[in-house]
């Protein structure tokens, strides 16, 4: 699929996009590019092939799930101005 001028207009309009009247020939020529390289892409023949989640099929090294810290929550709500029943209370700031 080709572009012509008054497609990359409307496509600039859409988008938001300034573009000076210098540059419609170079962007009508690269949208024509970026279309020419789907359409190669489009055309290959992709039947029996499984697509994939991730280019890369690789996993994630995982580790351990364990505690690493001991819990400290009596120690941080002791400095806290109010608590109860291990929730910290604030101010009401909506009415």
Known sequence: MAFDRSDVEKIAH?????IREDEIPATTA???GILGLIDQMQAVDTTGI?????????TQRLR?????????RDAYQA???????????VPKVIE
């Open 50 to 58: 499984e697509p994939l989640a991730h280019p890369l099929e690789t």
């Open 14 to 18: 859409l988008a938001r996009i300034a």
């Open 30 to 32: 690269k949208l024509s």
């Open 79 to 89: 400095i806290a101005p109010a608590t109860e029943a291990g929730l910290y209370l």
């Open 64 to 72: 351990p799930d364990s505690v690493t810290e001991q819990n400290q």
